[in-house]
């Protein structure tokens, strides 16, 4: 098989130029043009289903700005019909910005200072949902979120005759309300404030279950999910139940690329005849079929990283080089890997990509990757710094014994400080002993930066230990100076 010149140096121009977006938070979505939606992910925007969790980079503000943007819902439900999003009513109950933009979520100053008056996180919460429910009813209510709380407080049965009012009036003109909650971690500045208020939420989506026509969509960090004092209250078991782990397999991530392919105007012909010498032809071609991804792939990037499979093959490799702990691949890092791939200086003659081309597409994967997740862990650099040189799988005393001798517990603390972000739950206030770096180590596993190999050895996947500059016989090197 063989592709022409243009249409390959057509298609690494595109690849080339790839650009990863993500959503900055769910009150800015996505554009529609840039918008993929994978079956698989039906799930995650389903109406009943209250809990979706994913790692950094996974998707969540994507999905919650997507459901509370009328326009992008009603194009997403061109996609998802048995969803029949365009009959929902979705407001943000809290969000990045919240606060700071036009709606009903409050900043974490209000929450905060309801807290310091001792107010229950459950009855903020309740008070947040009187408020995104009462323009359904043409009903006024206090101005402020603290006096929305005083009135329900002081009146509870008329409190809740407004939601079952709520109900009832969506149930009569065949909608559903959907309440969004996303950046949990923004609630506050410490995890002693965090997670109550988080706990808050999750109670209210169970009790919401209650009504008929009305929900929440809580969207929650691995981290926060994994916390079991999180999931310390009556019947939080049929919540965690419910839990849709939000991942993208290697299917939606060519399905993504290949959309890109396929809609972009200089690309676009070149794919198809792409697609054609693949398959045969471009009728009703499934892009969701693996073996029909596999046999486009490898016209793009040679079927194998090296000569034969001996070094794996380019379809499975690029995808499990990028994998984190929990082997998950993000949609960001695999199109920063292709296009770092279609930039490389030596470029390939007969494909728009090599392996040559991918090696250093996980390389710069991996430094955006721990750079993306220092926007969410501003502690993470400290942590993986002071890992440079150690050589993985290793026992987990050499990452307690590193971080000791290098007072990596303390620093970390003193960066949560100056930071507006909590640092690793369960280490607050420690200091540098070796259960501190044990929590430290479990806050790597939470995250899916390490995870643990039979015999007691931890490993770091590549993805994280390039840009760190771990060592790893026969793995991905890390990038060197210069």
């Given amino acids: 098989m063989s592709v022409s010149e243009s249409?390959?140096?057509?298609?690494?121009?595109?690849?080339?130029?790839?650009?990863?977006?993500?959503?900055?938070?769910?009150?800015?979505?996505?554009?529609?043009?840039?918008?993929?939606?994978?079956?698989?992910h039906s799930k995650a925007l389903s109406f009943n289903n209250p809990l979706i969790v994913g790692n950094r980079?996974?998707?969540?503000?994507?999905?919650?700005?997507?459901?509370?943007?009328?326009?992008?819902?009603?194009?997403?439900?061109?996609?998802?019909?048995?969803?029949?999003?365009?009959?929902?009513?979705?407001?943000?109950?809290?969000?990045?910005?919240a606060g700071k933009v036009e709606g009903v979520a409050p900043s974490s100053a209000t929450l905060t200072s309801l807290l310091s008056r001792e107010i229950e996180p459950e009855a903020i919460w309740t008070a947040v949902l009187l408020r995104a429910v009462a323009p359904t009813l043409r009903r006024s209510l206090p101005k402020s979120l603290k006096d929305v709380v005083e009135w329900a407080s002081e009146d509870p049965e008329r409190a809740e005759q407004v939601l079952r009012d709520a109900d009832q009036a969506f149930g009569r003109s065949n909608r559903k309300f959907l309440i969004v909650f996303d950046a949990l971690d923004r609630l506050a500045k410490n995890w002693d404030q965090i997670r109550p208020l988080s706990q808050g939420i999750l109670q209210l989506a169970l009790n919401m279950f209650g009504f008929?026509?009305?929900?929440?969509?809580?969207?929650?960090?691995?981290?926060?999910?994994?916390?079991?004092?999180?999931?310390?209250?009556?019947?939080?078991s049929k919540l965690k139940a419910m839990t849709v782990p939000l991942s993208w397999h290697s299917v939606e991530l060519y399905g993504l690329l290949f959309s890109a392919l396929s809609r972009?105007?200089?690309?676009?012909?070149?794919?198809?005849?792409?697609?054609?010498?693949?398959?045969?032809?471009?009728?009703?071609?499934?892009?969701?079929?693996?073996?029909?991804?596999?046999?486009?792939?490898?016209?793009?990037?040679?079927?194998?990283?090296?000569?034969?499979?001996?070094?794996?093959?380019?379809?499975?490799?690029?995808?499990?080089?990028?994998?984190?702990?929990?082997?998950?691949?993000?949609?960001?890092?695999?199109?920063?890997?292709?296009?770092?791939?279609?930039?490389?200086?030596?470029?390939?003659?007969?494909?728009?990509?090599?392996?040559?081309?991918?090696?250093?597409?996980?390389?710069?994967?991996?430094?955006?990757?721990?750079?993306?997740?220092?926007?969410?862990?501003?502690?993470?650099?400290?942590?993986?710094?002071d890992l440079e040189g150690l050589e993985v799988p290793c026992p987990p005393d050499a990452f307690v014994r590193r971080w000791r001798s290098q007072g990596t517990v303390a620093r970390v603390n003193q960066v949560a400080r100056r930071s507006s972000r909590p640092g690793p739950i369960g280490l607050e206030g420690t200091t540098g002993h070796s259960a501190a770096e044990e929590v430290l180590l479990d806050a790597l596993k939470s995250i899916g930066v390490v995870e643990e190999r039979s015999g007691d050895r931890i490993n770091m996947p590549d993805l994280f230990r390039v840009a760190a500059k771990i060592k790893r016989r026969g793995g991905v090197r890390p990038p060197t100076a210069g």
Avoid at 76 to 97: P, S, W
Avoid at 217 to 230: G, H, I, P, S
């Fill in 57 to 97: 980079g996974a998707g969540k503000s994507v999905w919650s700005g997507a459901l509370a943007h009328d326009s992008t819902r009603l194009e997403l439900a061109k996609n998802y019909r048995e969803l029949k999003l365009d009959r929902m009513v979705v407001v943000l109950g809290f969000h990045e910005h």
């Fill in 212 to 236: 008929a026509n009305m929900r929440a969509k809580v969207f929650l960090r691995t981290d926060q999910e994994r916390d079991e004092a999180l999931f310390d209250f009556t019947d939080a």
């Fill in 264 to 385: 972009d105007g200089k690309s676009k012909a070149a794919f198809r005849r792409l697609l054609r010498e693949a398959i045969g032809s471009t009728a009703d071609a499934d892009m969701d079929d693996e073996d029909t991804q596999r046999a486009i792939f490898n016209l793009i990037a040679g079927e194998f990283m090296g000569a034969d499979r001996r070094r794996g093959r380019t379809y499975t490799w690029v995808i499990d080089h990028l994998a984190d702990a929990f082997h998950e691949t993000t949609p960001r890092s695999f199109l920063i890997a292709l296009r770092k791939a279609a930039q490389t200086r030596i470029q390939s003659k007969i494909t728009p990509i090599d392996h040559l081309g991918i090696r250093e597409g996980v390389q710069a994967a991996s430094t955006v990757r721990v750079d993306q997740l220092g926007e969410d862990y501003p502690w993470i650099k400290t942590v993986l710094d």
């Fill in 7 to 40: 249409d390959i140096a057509d298609i690494r121009s595109v690849l080339a130029h790839l650009d990863p977006k993500s959503a900055a938070s769910a009150d800015k979505p996505l554009a529609i043009s840039d918008l993929y939606a994978p079956p698989a």
